[in-house]
């Protein structure tokens, strides 16, 4: 057994993972476009839609291509689209270019790295898949420093359209490679039936739990990640250094990302679950109830931290409830969940900014659904096993 899969599927996280760094461009876009904040936020919540159906047809496209075509197919797509928002100075670039075609590639390229991810490698694959989460936020912390100074220097479409070069660069490296390591087709990859059926699986109460928890958690999570940014600025971060707020935040999910595969090991997916929407609730309560740059900074790092580790916990969690063959089929329904807060967080955010002309209900708003998140999350029946996150056999 080869790690290259893993490499690959860590390089493609960690690529577009540069979704994480939004925030940086949103002044920026808001100037150049003469766009109002809501407007701007409509791109980047159009681009959680896409990179949800990309996440919902990533199994079957598994089944009438390779994987290592597949990330050539969709990284060109992905610089396309980032060309396409970065070339045309509109509104309407932005949401074609930046919200349907980067947002549906970034939803593919996800699901393809944690399919690759999962397969037979000679590491525990708790850790395999902790690593591959981890990458995504690896690159939302890398990217808005190199954003910011492409900005300072040459505005924020230069920074699209350098990205989209980059982009096609790695897929077809990211193709190559993967090719060449000719790994082992997932063992879910002729899983069930078509696109739609069998929708809430043969574990209904499970997938409902689970696909609201994603909706609470998520929902607060990216109501305030999404405008990391404006948010510590809005606190008393200066403007210049505002991008310090989505650094900590993917510096905090990186660590979390990396842990919780291998704490659900320990202790079972629904018990870090829980605590991770009480560690979600908790920092923004106490922005609500003593604001400050200081506490604003801690708050969303804490959230990231905790939405970092949801990202590891999740696909085991999902894993230990229906098995590792079952997971990109399941997994990726349950990804709706995902689309849908990341449609109605950023965007709620950036409305209640519009009305208020601050984030303080964003954040009371986030907290609220956070706690509901505990209760929901609680209602998960005990796991029997978390066998499937062991070790895989060596061949």
């Known amino acids: 057994m080869s790690l290259l899969p893993l490499v690959i599927a860590i390089l493609v996280n960690f690529s577009m993972g540069a979704f994480y760094g939004w925030s940086v461009l949103v002044a920026p876009l808001e100037e150049s476009i003469g766009a109002s904040r809501s407007d701007i936020s409509l791109a980047y919540s159009i681009a959680f839609i896409s990179m949800t159906v990309g996440m919902f047809v990533t199994h079957s496209l598994l089944r009438i291509a390779s994987l290592p075509y597949l990330i050539f197919v969709v990284f060109t797509l992905a610089g396309l689209g980032s060309a396409l928002a970065g070339y045309f100075e509109a509104l309407w670039s932005l949401i074609i270019g930046y919200g349907i075609l980067f947002g549906f590639a970034v939803g593919v390229a996800y699901f393809l790295a944690m399919t690759a991810a999962s397969l037979n490698l000679p590491i525990r694959r708790s850790v395999a898949l902790s690593m591959n989460m981890s990458a ?3 690159g939302g912390l ?6 910011a100074m492409i900005i300072d220097w040459q505005g924020p479409h230069a920074v699209l359209l350098l990205f989209a070069v980059y982009l096609i660069l790695v897929g077809s490296l990211g193709g190559l490679v993967m090719r060449a390591a000719r ?11 078509g696109l739609f059926s069998d929708i809430l699986t043969d574990k209904p109460r499970v997938f409902i739990l689970l696909w609201l928890g994603f909706i609470f958690i998520g929902f607060a999570a990216l109501m305030s990640m999404g405008h990391a940014a404006g948010i510590v600025a809005d606190f008393g971060i200066p403007a210049g250094q505002a991008y310090w707020g989505p650094m900590l935040t993917n510096l905090a999910y ?6 919780a595969g291998i704490v ?3 202790i ?7 605590g991770l929407t009480a560690l979600t609730a908790i920092p923004l309560f106490a922005l609500y109830f003593a604001p400050s740059a200081a506490v604003s900074l801690i708050a969303l790092a804490v959230v990231g931290g905790a939405f970092g580790a949801s990202a590891s916990a999740y696909p085991v969690t999902v894993a230990g409830y229906y098995g590792v063959a ?4 399941v997994y990726g329904r349950m990804s709706t969940a995902y689309g849908l807060a990341g449609l109605l967080g950023p965007l709620a955010a950036g409305l209640l900014y519009v009305w208020q002309g601050d984030y303080d209900f964003a954040i009371l708003i986030a907290g ?9 999350m609680w209602a998960l029946p005990k796991m029997k096993s978390t066998a499937p996150a062991a070790p895989a056999p060596a061949g």
Not at 142 to 147: A, C, D, E, S
């Open 136 to 138: 995504f936020a690896g």
């Open 142 to 147: 890398v990217w808005p420093p190199i954003f």
């Open 268 to 274: 079972g997916g629904r018990r870090v679950l829980i």
């Open 254 to 259: 990186i660590c979390g990302a990396l842990s």
């Open 264 to 266: 659900c090991d320990w």
């Open 368 to 376: 609220v659904l956070a706690v509901i998140g505990i209760a929901n």
């Open 326 to 329: 079952n997971l990109p089929r």
């Open 183 to 193: 790994p082992d087709a997932h063992p879910g990859t002729h899983e069930g039936g």
